[in-house]
């Protein structure tokens, strides 16, 4: 129940460090092998971070039978078809947000993982931390009331202009970056608003000079039991990371909901009442790997928030509808 994690890392990201490297060595996890785009730099990396051995390509690191589960950190666009491969060599997977650049491609990893028998993982690392889990908490009490509205921001300072999340062939942008995190979280609320969120309107803008990629976009969504929901993501504005829930009784504010670990605090009305609750600032990635340890390991109860590829299939549709509502074009998959 309890033996590490075999991983096998895709790419020398810098995400790589805070999202397994170092959540593995909290954890007791093995880092097996690693591959990069030129060897030297595999080589480099895996001195550094303490990676068993260099593989000479991703296909290697799939087809390593050390290997247990693949971590797909490479660029947006490569998510889709570097799961696929992994899963077709048998491996589980951890992959990063977004998981594959659209729907269709998104059920075609689904279904190849069911086929396969082999865990899939979109890496909303910040389910497992206990800032989402006492917003849920807020709301299983009934502290809040019914659910009313829920409103997600999440901006951030635009990245340089060659940057590949400008990018609309690396399937870039603010949805694909930034507001799949508030799209999910909404999609977690399901179970106290009657159902899955739906989009009834969105818009956005275009950066200027990258045709067809959104530098932001706002969404707005209705839920079965009548909350309404709202989204707006921005890679160009001051940083916000914010989830806001107003129910009948009540709201709650996390602070940082996507970075918990930056800022584990929630602001909480009850009645006339007001208090802030600080959660803890242990990182969310620690969690997120113990939480892919727990559930390969059969250890403990089934988790109803593991996002799963059944999950990140949900999350892309809703990507999708937000795209086309704000005439945007979903992005297109690649092939290898």
């Known amino acids: 129940m309890t033996a ?6 895709l790419g020398a990201a810098r995400i790589s460090d805070r999202s397994v490297v170092t959540p593995a060595r909290a954890t007791g996890d093995r880092l097996v092998a690693v591959a990069a785009r030129s060897r030297s730099r595999a080589v480099s990396y895996a001195a550094e971070h303490g990676v068993e051995r260099v593989c000479d390509d991703y296909a290697s690191v799939c087809a390593d039978a050390d290997v247990e589960v693949v971590y797909n950190p490479l660029a947006n666009a490569l998510h889709g078809p570097w799961n696929l491969a992994a899963v077709r060599a048998g491996k589980h997977v951890l992959s990063e947000k977004p998981f594959a650049s659209n729907a269709a491609e998104a059920r075609v990893v689904a279904e190849a993982a069911r086929a396969g028998g082999v865990t899939v993982v979109e890496g909303f690392h910040y389910v497992h931390h206990p800032v989402m889990r006492r917003i849920h908490a807020l709301l299983d009490s009934g502290e809040l009331g019914e659910l009313r509205q829920v409103e997600a921001h999440i901006t951030m300072p635009a990245p340089p202009d060659d940057d590949p999340r400008w990018s609309f062939e690396l399937a870039g942008g603010a949805v694909m970056d930034l507001g799949c995190y508030g799209l999910h979280a909404h999609r977690t609320l399901a179970r106290w608003a009657g159902g899955e969120p739906r989009v009834v309107g969105a818009r956005g803008e275009e950066r ?3 045709p067809g990629v959104d530098e932001w976009l706002e969404v707005h969504l209705t839920y079965p039991g009548g909350a309404t929901g709202y989204m707006r993501c921005s890679m160009n504005d001051e940083w916000r990371v914010t989830l806001r829930l107003v129910g009948s009784a009540g709201e709650a504010i996390a602070a940082n909901f996507a970075l918990p670990h930056r800022d584990d605090t929630i602001w909480v009305r009850s009645g ?17 790997l113990e939480a892919l340890r727990a559930h390969l390991r059969g250890a403990g109860p089934a988790d109803p928030l593991f996002p799963d590829a059944e999950d990140a299939v949900a999350t892309a549709e809703l990507i999708d509808a937000a795209y086309l509502a704000a005439g945007f074009t979903p992005r297109p998959a690649i092939t290898l």
Do not use: D, K, M, N
């Open 4 to 9: 590490p994690l075999r991983i096998g890392l």
């Open 208 to 210: 200027a000079g990258h």
């Open 272 to 288: 006339a009442v007001e208090r802030i609750e600080a959660l803890g600032t242990r990182s969310s990635f620690i969690y997120q």
